[in-house]
């Protein structure tokens, strides 16, 4: 089994809908989740950040993290086409270096 | 100094060959990660330095991965006798030592033919 498990669609909604997008993990170790952005053949882009539980809205972006289910989601209001992209999960322990650990990613396509 | 770069982008070689490729990182930050991708997969771990010390190493990097940053700036990632399943792409990321999450450049895609 791995770390962090990712559903990695494909998903399709129309313009304007909410898009939930969610991560389950094993390690409770885990402190620190981060959403990630990815176009197709590009770098991932550091979309949201969140320390421990709770909430955190970023224009269209909130981020919601539940330790206790060892649950984190990301939800877009008003999508938008070009959101269309990859959509990755990564968490971290602390003392751990930064280092990432990455579910497989979400592939998303917001079509007109 | 506007993000992380990579070079090259591309690199297309035959099996067996050695191949090295570049990453610059964000000046201000003293840490330096590199990433491994294959296609429908999530970026996965495979060392990182801090300045010019190498911390950590991923189980991923066999022995004829290696990977250095001399002055503590730039890095260099060398894949000897290249093989085809060492094809993916190949992300670096920065980060200052505080504070979570990695800016990633834009990846150099190695294809071994």
């Known amino acids: 089994q791995k770390e962090v498990e990712q559903d990695p669609g494909p998903l399709s909604v129309p313009e304007g809908a909410i898009v939930s997008l969610n991560c389950t993990y094993s390690n409770s170790a885990f402190q620190y989740f981060m959403w990630y952005r990815q176009y197709s053949r590009k770098g991932p882009e550091l979309l949201m950040y969140?320390?421990?539980?709770g909430n955190k809205e970023d224009g269209r972006f909130t981020a919601q993290v539940d330790k206790s289910s060892k649950y984190i989601s990301l939800f877009i209001r008003d999508s938008q086409p070009s959101d269309s992209a990859t959509y990755l999960c990564a968490m971290s322990e602390p003392g751990g270096g930064n280092k990432l650990t990455f579910g497989t990613g979400t592939q998303l396509k917001v079509e007109l | 100094d506007t993000g992380v770069s990579q070079d090259p982008r591309h690199k297309i070689t035959k099996r067996g060959q050695n191949v090295t490729f570049r990453c610059d990182p964000i000046?201000?930050?003293?840490?330096l990660y590199w990433y491994r991708q294959t296609l429908g997969q999530g970026p996965e771990f495979l060392t990182y330095f801090q300045n010019e010390a190498q911390l950590e190493k991923s189980r991923l990097l066999s022995d004829r991965f290696s990977a250095e940053r001399p002055k503590g700036s730039f890095s260099t990632l060398e894949i000897q006798r290249t093989e085809q399943g060492d094809s993916a792409m190949y992300l670096c990321?920065?980060?200052?030592?505080?504070?979570?999450?990695?800016?990633f450049g834009p990846g150099t895609r190695l294809t071994v033919t």
């Open positions: 969140t320390y421990s539980s």
């Open positions: 990321a920065s980060s200052p030592t505080q504070g979570q999450g990695l800016d």
């Open positions: 000046s201000e930050h003293n840490r």
